[in-house]
C-alpha cells in the first residue's frame, strides 16, 4: 500500500464562501443582474437582508450616480462610506433604500456597503423612476 498524499484536498469548486453571497438582481421587465452581498463589509445588515430576501421596490433615482429602492428594513451604520465606485450596492438607513451605484462618486449621505453587481449594470442603469427592483437569493 502506497500513501500519495497525507492530506486530502477538499474540491472548493462548489463551496458557498462565508463572506459573499451570490444574489440575482431583476429589474421587471427588462431583465437581470448578478450581484454579490460581501458579509465581511457589514455583517449586521447583510445577515437582515439575506433573511428578508426577497425584497422588491420601486426604483428611484438620484441624478446620474445611482438608482435606490426603499425597504422597510431598520438597520444602523456599518463600516460607512461617502466614497463608493460603479457597481457597488450600498444601505442607506436615513430611509432604508438600498443603493445601485451607476458611476464612480461621493455622496453627502454616509451610507453602509454592501457589495458589487458583478454582471450587467445597464440594466439597472436603464431603469426609470416607478420600475420595480427585486433582489433574489442566488441559487
Keep these: 500500500m502506497r500513501i500519495t498524499s497525507l492530506f486530502a484536498v477538499p474540491d472548493t469548486s462548489m463551496q458557498i464562501s462565508a ?5 440575482k438582481i431583476e429589474v421587471v421587465g427588462k431583465g437581470f443582474c448578478e450581484g454579490e452581498f460581501y458579509r ?5 445588515t447583510v445577515g437582515l437582508l439575506l433573511r428578508s430576501l426577497p425584497l422588491r421596490g420601486r426604483a428611484a433615482r438620484y441624478r446620474d450616480e445611482f438608482v ?4 422597510n428594513i431598520i438597520s444602523g451604520l456599518e463600516k460607512p462610506s461617502q466614497i463608493f465606485k460603479r457597481g ?3 444601505f442607506m438607513p436615513l430611509n432604508g433604500s438600498i ?4 458611476k464612480d462618486c461621493q455622496v453627502s449621505q454616509r451610507m453602509t456597503p454592501l457589495g458589487q453587481v458583478t454582471s450587467s449594470l445597464e ?11 427585486a433582489i433574489y437569493a442566488a441559487l
Design 19 to 23: 463572506t459573499r453571497r451570490s444574489i
Design 40 to 44: 465581511h463589509k457589514a455583517p449586521l
Design 123 to 133: 440594466i439597472i442603469g436603464s431603469s426609470a423612476t416607478g420600475d420595480v427592483i
Design 88 to 90: 457597488d450596492i450600498a
Design 99 to 102: 443603493c445601485f451605484f451607476l
Design 68 to 71: 435606490y429602492f426603499t425597504t
